[in-house]
């Protein structure tokens, strides 16, 4: 079993930076990669990131390449969401998951956290 536990949302100014933060416990070694997922009001869930736990492999979605960076520290089981230039648009519940491989399908992910909420303002 993984448990996965989000925080570091909030509400932050159009062009503001949020750090998001999950921490990972329980058999973390069996899953190789954590993803990041947002889910927007009256929308469907999206990928936004994906790192593998033993190398370092990325993958982002075109919408946020470039202004989020997601990172690991191995040592304490935590996966960071830096997020800079936040747009009206990136407001959403942010979830992070894990899989046994990176992806950037949801259906690959089968542990996932409680989500944290970030609403930026225009």
């Known amino acids: 079993q993984v448990q996965l536990v989000e925080s570091g949302g909030g509400l932050v100014q159009a062009g503001g930076s949020l750090r998001l933060s999950c921490a990972a416990s329980g058999r973390t070694f069996r899953r190789d990669a954590m993803g990041w997922f947002r889910q927007a009001p009256g929308k469907e869930r999206e990928f936004v990131a994906a790192?593998?736990?033993?190398?370092?492999?990325?993958s982002y979605a075109d919408s946020v390449k470039g202004r989020f960076t997601i990172s690991t520290n191995n040592a304490k089981n935590m996966v960071y969401l830096q997020m800079n230039s936040l747009k009206p648009e990136d407001t959403a519940v942010y979830y992070c998951a894990a899989a046994q491989r990176i992806s950037v399908f949801q259906r690959s992910y089968d542990y996932w956290g409680q989500g944290t909420q970030v609403t930026v303002s225009s």
């Open positions: 790192i593998r736990w033993s190398g370092g492999s990325t």
